[in-house]
């Protein structure tokens, strides 16, 4: 059977263009040798921010990380899933779902979200989710605790702060 040279030069850039992606994510945040992308998707949404006390700071305060909420998207815009939490969960249109364990992160820039890589749990459902077993958070943009202050005077307030990030499902070979 012939293929034809477009599509071979087609496959061709794309595992050029996906081997230069992973070549400029941090290490800390790399997935180990051994596992493919088995979907991309585009997060957008939103992350709930709470003024708290400190844990560790009796009489001090600070915003404590609430939870996301976003609908991720194919490469084409067409929505396939949503994320939210706690705990992080990421859910497929089809029902299946995966939670993970936060293995690393990494510097992302000034005003974004850190890069992380999450080892998943086993998924719930057969559907697309299933066999997932690291998920990256890259591109980030946005989401970090907001820059209001945080003091005793509004203790329980929440602040919502946008965000969008990539997330990369990979599955062992």
């Known amino acids: 059977m012939k293929i034809p040279f477009a599509s071979i ?24 040798a051994g596992h493919t992308v088995m979907l991309e ?10 003024c708290r006390d400190k844990s560790n700071a009796p009489g001090e305060t600070e915003w404590f990380f ?15 899933g949503d994320y939210f939490g706690p705990p992080a969960t ?9 939670t ?21 749990n086993p998924s719930e459902g057969k559907g697309a989710m299933h066999g997932v077993s690291y998920i990256q958070r890259l591109a980030t ?4 605790a907001p820059a209001m202050a945080c003091t005793a005077q509004n203790k329980g307030a929440q602040q919502i702060v946008k965000y969008q ?7 062992a070979k």
């Open 141 to 144: 943009q946005g989401g970090v």
């Open 90 to 98: 990421w859910q497929a249109k089809d029902g299946s779902k995966v």
């Open 9 to 32: 030069l087609l496959v061709s850039s794309f595992t050029l263009a996906q081997q230069a992606a992973h070549a400029a994510v941090p290490d800390a945040v790399k997935v180990p």
């Open 66 to 80: 609430v939870g996301p909420k976003a609908t991720l998207s194919d490469r084409s815009g067409k929505a396939v």
């Open 41 to 50: 998707t585009v997060g957008v949404g939103e992350i709930t921010y709470e």
């Open 100 to 120: 993970g364990t936060q293995l690393a992160v990494a510097p992302a820039g000034k005003g974004d979200l850190p890069y992380q890589l999450v080892k998943a």
């Open 165 to 171: 990030a990539d997330y990369i499902f990979w599955s």
